[in-house]
């Protein structure tokens, strides 16, 4: 059984290490196909460590962290995370910006995605002034060459987490692809719920 416990400041400094790891190998299947980068990781992991206001919500099976979730106020974010909402007048300052979610196959269907979503929005309500949580997820092409013929997207999943598809708010993340010389531009579409 999975043990999963909600992490904030500077005792995440012990699991840096791990979580690069981890997110190395599942961001490297689809639909990322990330060819992952340790040093981009490590800076990437300490902004959960410095942010106010962030969570890491792993999950424990023993002594190995199988899985962990993200989440920080969108104002702590990057330009790239950020200015969507700005084009579309949102204020920053009421919205939890849910990073990533990663979790070794072989624990998928235990709960561990349930309980990321629900740590994550209870550490938003927790810290007040909250009124929405929103992520992004990358748009792949349903004829991209690498999809896994029994690919389920999770947009079923997220719905009944009671998230729905904003495509008006898009943007791009750039990361170095399987196969790719160098990082390239991905386009990524929002989620968001109100928390109210």
Do not use: N
Not at 10 to 28: G, M, N, S
Not at 99 to 115: D, K, N, T
Not at 120 to 137: I, M
Not at 147 to 157: E, I, K, T
């Amino acid at each position: 059984m999975l043990r999963i416990e909600r992490h904030s400041g500077p005792q995440l400094l012990t699991y840096l290490d791990d979580l690069a790891r981890l997110r190395i190998r599942v961001f490297r299947d689809w639909p990322y196909l990330y060819d992952g980068d340790k040093a981009y990781e490590s800076r990437y992991l300490k902004t959960y460590v410095e942010a106010p206001g962030s969570v890491v919500v792993l999950a424990w099976d023993g002594d190995a962290i199988v899985g962990a979730s993200t989440g920080i106020p969108l104002v702590e974010e990057t330009e790239e995370v950020r200015a969507p909402f700005e084009r579309a007048g949102h204020t920053l300052e009421d919205i939890f910006y849910l990073g990533e979610s990663v979790l070794l196959p072989q624990y998928r269907g235990q709960g561990a995605g349930v309980a990321f979503f629900e740590h994550r929005e209870d550490h938003a309500r927790s810290l007040g002034g909250f009124k929405a949580t929103c992520f992004c997820g990358v748009q792949r092409p349903d004829d991209h060459p690498a999809r896994p013929a029994d690919y389920m997207p999770l947009d079923a999943f997220w719905q009944h987490r009671g998230y729905r598809k904003q495509p008006v708010l898009s943007t791009c993340f750039s990361w170095k692809e399987i196969g790719e010389s160098a990082e390239s531009p991905k386009p990524m579409t929002f989620w968001m719920k109100s928390l109210d």
